[in-house]
Structure formats: C-alpha cells, structure tokens
C-alpha cells in the first residue's frame, strides 16, 4: 500500500507504465444575450489554455439558433487556437436547407460536426417526424455530411437508452447505423453512475461498435434544474446525487463545492478504470470544469510540453476506451 495522494498520479508518469495524455473537449451554446455571450467569452478565454481536443457549440432546437450557432463557431475560428466542433440537427428543415448549413460550416473553415437527429419542433411530447424532403434520423445525416464534405463527424450515445427508443439494442443498431455511415467518434449524454456507462460500452463492443465512445460529464451547477433536464432526456439522477445536494437550493456556494466534490469523484473513477477522454457539458461556465480538469492534471497552455497531463494506462484499462482525436 503507498501513502501516495490519489491526483498526483495525473501529473506524474509512473514507473515504466505507458504516459497517456488526458483529452477534454468543452461544449457550449450560443448565447441569446450580449451578456450571455460575454459570459461565454470569459469561459471560452478561462478553459482555451487547457488546450481542449476540440470545442463544440450547440444547434438549438429546430435550427432557432442557426445563425447564432454559426456566428460562435466563426468568432472561435477568427480568435482562438481552438478546433470547433459545430452541432447540426436534421429536425424541420429540407436536405437542401441542411446541406446549405453543412457547406457554410465548411466555407467558414469547420472540420468537425456533431451529427444528430434532434428533439421534435413541438418539444419531446411529440412524436418525432422526419421533415419530408429533410434527412430522416441521424444516421442519415451523417451521410449526407460524408456526401458532401471530408469533415469529422461526431455522434450522441445514451448509456441509459434514448427515451424514444423501444429497447436498448433498437438503440445500438441506431449507433452502429451513425458509425457505418460515417460517425468517427460518439459522445454520450450525460450520467451519473459510471456503471451505466462501463455496461453500455460493453454492449457497444459486443455490437461490434469500435469508434470511441467518449462519456459526457455534467457538473451540476444547479441540481434541480439538472433534475428537470435528466427527466427529459432519459438520465437517471441517483437518490444518493439529490442527498448530496438536499437543503442546499438557497445556498448557491455550498452547491458548487459539492458540484465540484461530485463531478471530481465521477471522472477520477473513470480514469482509475482507463477513460482517457472526457467531454465537458460546460453550461458556459468555466470554473467547475477547470478545476475539475486540474484535478485530471490538466495545465495552462504548457501542458502538452511539459509533461503534465499525462498518466499512466492503469494496468485494468477497460477494453476499448480508447483516445479521440
Ligand atoms: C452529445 C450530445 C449533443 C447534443 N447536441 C444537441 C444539439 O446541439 N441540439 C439539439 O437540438 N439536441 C442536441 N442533443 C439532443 C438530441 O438532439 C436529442 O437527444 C434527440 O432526441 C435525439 O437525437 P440523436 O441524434 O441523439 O438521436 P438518434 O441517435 O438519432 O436516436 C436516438 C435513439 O432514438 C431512436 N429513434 C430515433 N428516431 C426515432 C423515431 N422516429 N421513432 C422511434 N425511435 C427513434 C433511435 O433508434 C435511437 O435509438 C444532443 C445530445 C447529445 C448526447
């Protein structure tokens, strides 16, 4: 047994075990207001030295953010180092408003899109309908990108089942139809047990599914909203995650630390059984992600030189996580 602290093994390559490099990437929305874009700047100019493996920006609901969408992932291109990610929904528009968006991604310089089908216009009461001249699900669209472009596509996974989804396999063969059609990479919706993720990632294996699988981290910056998100998107929230947060709705400072105690405890799991690659559901926040990827023994800017943010491969590493990028 080593008295040695838990997180310095982040830091540090250990004895002559493989030095593996831990890879975030940071998701964001657009803003609708000049303040919330000045928040989004500041989290973007906090988390931008940490280096991420890219940064995604989000694709409202039935396209309503189309413009603003585009107008963030153009502002990360023209003034940061950063690869953006740009999202893309196949709800309520035609093949050809679609691939309009996809060719002035491309002309804008993206090189990475996150594919997805998307929630019905109505909201997620409503049973979901393909426009008729539009990309009939995800995996439709991810070939219509590959059609059209040489871009990296990107896809969701749901280690707890898409709530529309009859059953789990319904689900995988939806996943294995985004790969086959292109999908490079799948990026879950969040979750709270990382079992549920380690038994998905099975059953992604067994499928015969080998693209990355990366899991989607949420800290919770506010419980009961994430609560009302959770129950709409087919995640669980854990009677032990509303313990920790019971009693404290008034108490916005005692919140975060338990956020930043939780989202702490949740990754160091993961890597302790070789997730070497996380993405962040940033909320356009910077400070719980950043100290949560400083506890990954992420650093400021020097980090890809100086060794830091390397860790060994623990000896278990679980079959098939394996790096983005
Ligand atoms: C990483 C990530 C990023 C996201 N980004 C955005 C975003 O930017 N904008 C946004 O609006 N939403 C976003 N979402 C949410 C997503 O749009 C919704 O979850 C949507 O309901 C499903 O789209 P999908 O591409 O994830 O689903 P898919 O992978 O297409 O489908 C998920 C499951 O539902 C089943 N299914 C699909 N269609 C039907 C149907 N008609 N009938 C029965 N079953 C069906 C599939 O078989 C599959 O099992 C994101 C989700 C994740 C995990």
Known sequence: MTAEPRASRFVR???????????VSFEFFPPKTE??????????TRLAPLEPNFVSVTYGAGGSTRERTHSTVKRILAETAL????????????REEIDTVIRSYCGAGVRHIVALRGDP???IDERYAPHPGGYRNAADLVAGIKRLSEVEVSVSAYPEKHPDSPTVEADLD??????????????????????????????????????PVVPGILAVQNFKQTKAFAARCGASVPDW???????????AATRKLIAAAV???????LVDRGVTDFHFYTMNRADLVYAVCHLLGLRPSQAAGNGLGLLPLPGGERVGVRGVG
């Open 35 to 44: 303040e919330m874009e000045k928040t989004l700047w500041e989290s973007i």
């Open 13 to 23: 390559p250990r004895g002559d075990g493989e030095a593996r490099r831990i890879r």
């Open 263 to 269: 989202a702490a405890e949740q990754v160091l799991d």
């Open 241 to 251: 995650l509303a313990e920790r947060f019971d009693g404290l709705d008034d108490d």
């Open 174 to 211: 939806m996943l294995a139809a985004k790969v086959d059609a292109g999908a490079a990479r799948a990026i879950t919706q969040f979750f709270f047990e990382n079992d549920l993720y380690f038994r998905y990632l099975d059953r992604v294996r067994a499928r015969g599914i080998d693209v």
């Open 83 to 94: 690869a953006p990610a740009a999202h893309l929904t196949c709800v309520a528009a035609t």
């Open 121 to 123: 216009i109505g909201g």
